[in-house]
């Protein structure tokens, strides 16, 4: 089992950078696939980027592609998700996500997929 914790939220304005942080404690990241998911009030969960347990495939969603970056630090048992030329339609409580290793990779864009969460972060972005 994992725990995971987000980290690295707040308000910027538009056209900023925020890096989001996804520390893992109990196992390592290197044993599942680790994602992002954002949700927006109202909303349902969205995916929006993920990376798999090799650390050797990534995938982002298109609306964020070209902005976000997913990677992760081995060493440090984190996974992170670099955002610039943030946009007002990004804001939203940010998630991440472990699944165990395996499948589609439309799979790693369910959120239903998805076997651990952390409690998520604010991001807000203004115009």
């Known amino acids: 089992q994992v725990q995971l914790v987000e980290s690295g939220g707040g308000l910027v304005q538009a056209g900023g950078s925020l890096r989001l942080s996804c520390a893992a404690s109990?196992?390592?990241?290197?044993?599942?696939?680790m994602g992002w998911f954002r949700q927006a009030p109202g909303n349902e969960r969205e995916f929006v980027a993920a990376?798999?347990?090799?650390?050797?495939?990534?995938y982002t969603a298109d609306s964020v592609k070209g902005r976000f970056t997913i990677s992760r630090v081995a060493a440090k048992n984190t996974v992170y998700l670099q955002m610039n030329s943030l946009k007002p339609e990004d804001t939203a409580v940010y998630y991440c996500a472990a699944k165990y290793g395996g499948g589609s990779a439309n799979s790693l864009k369910a959120h239903d997929q998805y076997d651990y969460w952390g409690q998520g972060t604010q991001v807000t972005v203004s115009s």
């Open positions: 990376i798999r347990r090799s650390g050797g495939s990534t």
């Open positions: 109990g196992r390592t990241v290197s044993s599942y696939d």
